[in-house]
């Protein structure tokens, strides 16, 4: 054998040792999938499943000892999706934790056999085929639900509006994610019956900055974002360019009006993560998601920052004030 041969061969077989170390796990380790089309690299975006990984590390699986967490990422690329969701049965994983409806339709396509747990916001499983009843999956697919009812869109825009009557002019931000759609279109309905103009703008590529742009250059006087995984994980940066164009924004997780949101009202992200690591434990225990019905979660917390609102000059109505479930002072 030449040289030459010699190098590339033992190259090979060291890349080729490498690939299987790192498909191998300690025995008796779990592994969890979690695929979705936001990013890994801030953090506020894989809040989820950092979020998972604590319920589940009081549960006795730790990273590192017994549980192994392989996230995918699509980073805004949604058309990475399928590609990302293929990589996870080859590992193989034991569980994939699906965080937005075109996840779960990767997941699906991927796998008919290893447990998909969803987390849906704005959407039906039922109608998307992802189960065939609520109460009886009946296939591979389970999980949590989040208001399958888009009015709540409609709703956050009453609620800015009653803290900004000012305002006439609201900016909506929205993604190309399953679901944006519809909650632009509740809104809208909202919006006719507050005589509010609404300002629909796409948040494109990650840019941030270019979003904001366009409210100011239509004259937004208040803001609504739409309830979406993309979003979510660009949280910290929304709440960051709302401050700096002084305008008041409504958010869905409770958990934004802590990191400086002026309002929220939805779910808590926390609630939420337990919720998914009780299918996530309950599946490495043996369980089949065919036999673990979805839960559908309709309460929802009324979150209001009044430091925020006195950094924005605002005033909030005593009668906002009296409805909320937690005010930050």
Not at 77 to 85: E, I, M, P, V, Y
């Amino acid at each position: 054998m030449d040289r030459r041969r010699f190098l590339l061969t033992s190259v090979a077989s060291a890349l080729a040792r490498s690939r299987a170390a790192m498909a191998q796990v300690t025995p008796g380790t779990y592994r969890l999938g979690i695929l979705t089309p936001g990013a890994c690299d801030t953090t506020s975006a894989p809040s989820t499943t950092r979020a998972v990984a604590a319920f589940l590390r009081e549960h006795g699986y730790v990273e590192g000892r017994n549980l192994a967490i392989e996230p995918r990422c699509a980073e805004g690329k949604l058309d990475r999706l399928s590609g990302l969701a293929e990589s996870l049965p080859r590992l193989p994983v034991d569980v994939i934790l699906a965080l937005s409806p075109v996840a779960v339709q990767a997941a699906k396509r991927a796998t008919a056999t290893i447990p998909i747990i969803m987390l849906l916001t704005y959407s039906d499983p039922v109608e998307l085929g992802f189960v065939t009843t609520l109460a009886h999956p009946g296939g591979n697919i389970t999980g949590v639900v989040l208001a399958a009812e888009p009015a709540l869109a409609g709703k956050r825009l009453e609620l800015i509006k009653e803290a900004v009557p000012r305002a006439v002019r609201v900016a909506i931000l929205t993604t190309r994610e399953a679901g944006s759609k519809t909650q632009v279109e509740w809104a809208e309905r909202a919006a006719s019956a507050l005589s509010v103009k609404l300002v629909p703008v796409e948040l494109l590529g990650g840019d941030y900055e270019g979003a904001f742009a366009k409210m100011t250059a239509q004259r937004a006087e208040a803001l609504v974002v739409v309830t979406s995984v993309l979003l979510a994980n660009g949280r910290e940066r929304i709440i960051e360019l709302s401050a700096k164009h002084r305008l008041p924004t409504i958010h869905d997780w409770s958990e934004d009006a802590e990191t400086g949101g002026l309002i929220t009202y939805g779910g808590s992200r926390r609630e939420t993560a337990r919720r998914l690591a009780v299918y996530v434990e309950r599946i490495f225990k043996g369980a089949k998601p065919a036999d673990l019905p979805v839960e559908r979660a309709t309460t929802f917390e009324l979150v209001i920052n009044l430091r925020t609102a006195k950094t924005l000059g605002l005033t909030i109505p005593p009668s906002l004030l009296a409805r909320a479930d937690k005010v930050i002072e």
